[in-house]
């Protein structure tokens, strides 16, 4: 019996030991206050992704908005310069929408003759083993003179 409360003992020796120790090690505060300062890290790192968040949702809505205004001055200045310049040739009016698609589709159109065609990454004609011309073969005592001279 007496042997039960010396291991007793030594394990709540032990478990006070423990505690005590790492209440009063400086490792244990340092890991404590490191901790805290992950936190707050993370804390000020996800604020910030949600401005970012809102300030791309606040931009697209701006950017909607300018484009629709932008709809409505384009189509506005096509009715006035309808309006006040009634004999001008079409060609000649900016805002009219026929002439604009019709150099947009011709512009296009050049685009993709100049992509139709695939680009030349090879020489004209044989080259190398293949170009069917006799290559001089030298000896030893040619190759010495013919770096010698």
Not at 90 to 101: H, S, Y
């Amino acid at each position: 019996m007496p042997w039960m409360y010396a291991i007793v003992g030594l394990l709540v020796g032990a478990i006070v030991g423990v505690i005590i120790s790492r209440l009063t090690t400086p490792e244990y505060k340092k890991q404590k206050s490191v901790k805290k300062e992950l936190e707050v890290a993370k804390y000020a790192l996800e604020q910030q992704r949600q401005e970012l968040a809102d300030h791309f949702a606040q931009t697209a809505e701006l950017l909607e908005t300018l484009g629709k205004d932008y709809s409505k001055l384009y189509q506005h200045m096509a009715k006035t310069s309808a309006d006040l310049l009634p004999n001008l040739p079409d060609q000649d009016n900016p805002f009219d929408k026929k002439a604009i698609t019709s150099e947009s589709e011709a512009a296009s159109e050049a685009q993709s003759e100049g992509m139709a065609e695939q680009p030349k990454d090879y020489a004209n004609g044989a080259t190398g083993l293949f170009s069917g011309e006799k290559k001089e073969i030298l000896t030893a005592t040619d190759a010495v003179t013919a770096k010698a001279s």
